[in-house]
């Protein structure tokens, strides 16, 4: 099917919400706080400095959820009365957050992870052809983690997601979890079809997207609305 240039997802077939509920690597938090947070992040009238703690606020609960599964092992401690078996995380982690949207979502995994490496990739999206375009790329030459948990607000056409993901396994990362705020239908089918060994972790799964590729309800332009560049 071709595209029309001007705009890029008309007469693309998108999967409504119900259709891709059923994918195993999908996980949509059922959280009161999350719901919460989410509806106050999206109204038009919050302020930069608002939305920006907001999304420190939802990753923090999100990654909560996310790292449910890490593995552990024992690790040896006293306590102030005796020795004891505590458990320790087994594998080392990265914060991968695609810039520029991805940064708000780091301070909120460094409260849980204070020892996470972080590295930055640069990925823009080509508003033509929805296309990622990467631009800037901070990861070393091999692998320095085990699980990397890719941080972006919004999963929109999958693009970003897809570019970023390629880039890591070719590092060598052993596990990739996605991490955002909202997804469309649309950008989760294209993850999780062509990734399925990557779970997804987002607040709110929403309807479609529209002709611009663009998430609908949606909350606008996550980099704009936090860096007070709308």
């Known amino acids: 099917m071709v595209r029309d240039p001007e705009f890029p997802m008309r007469g693309v077939a998108q999967p409504r919400t119900e259709e891709v509920r059923g994918y195993a690597q999908l996980h949509v938090s059922s959280h009161p706080l999350v719901a919460h947070k989410l509806t106050l992040l999206r109204r038009t009238e919050t302020t930069s400095k608002q939305f920006t703690e907001l999304v420190a606020e939802l990753s923090w ?3 909560y959820e996310a790292m449910a599964d890490l593995p552990l092992q024992p690790l040896e401690i006293e306590t102030p009365m005796e020795a004891t078996t505590g458990r320790e995380l087994a594998e080392r982690i990265g914060l991968v957050p695609i810039l520029r949207a991805g940064l708000g979502m780091v301070a909120g995994f460094r409260e849980l992870m204070p020892r996470a490496q ?3 990739l ?4 080509n508003e033509r052809t929805l296309q990622p ?8 030459e091999r692998a320095t983690v085990q699980i990397c948990l890719l941080l972006d607000p919004m999963l929109a056409t999958g693009g970003s997601a897809l570019g970023a993901v390629r880039i890591l396994k070719d590092w060598g ?5 996605y991490i955002g705020l909202i997804a469309a239908p649309y950008g989760v089918q294209q993850l999780a079809d062509q990734h399925p060994d990557v779970d997804i972790h987002v607040g709110a799964l929403d309807r479609e997207l529209n002709d611009r590729g663009y998430i609908l309800p949606g909350l606008g332009d996550a980099g704009d609305r936090q860096f007070g560049t709308s």
Do not use: F, M, S, T
């Open 61 to 63: 609960l999100l990654g």
């Open 118 to 120: 972080v590295w930055h």
């Open 122 to 125: 640069g990925l823009y999206r």
């Open 133 to 140: 375009v990467e631009y800037y790329n901070r990861l070393p």
């Open 173 to 177: 990362a052993g596990r990739i979890k």
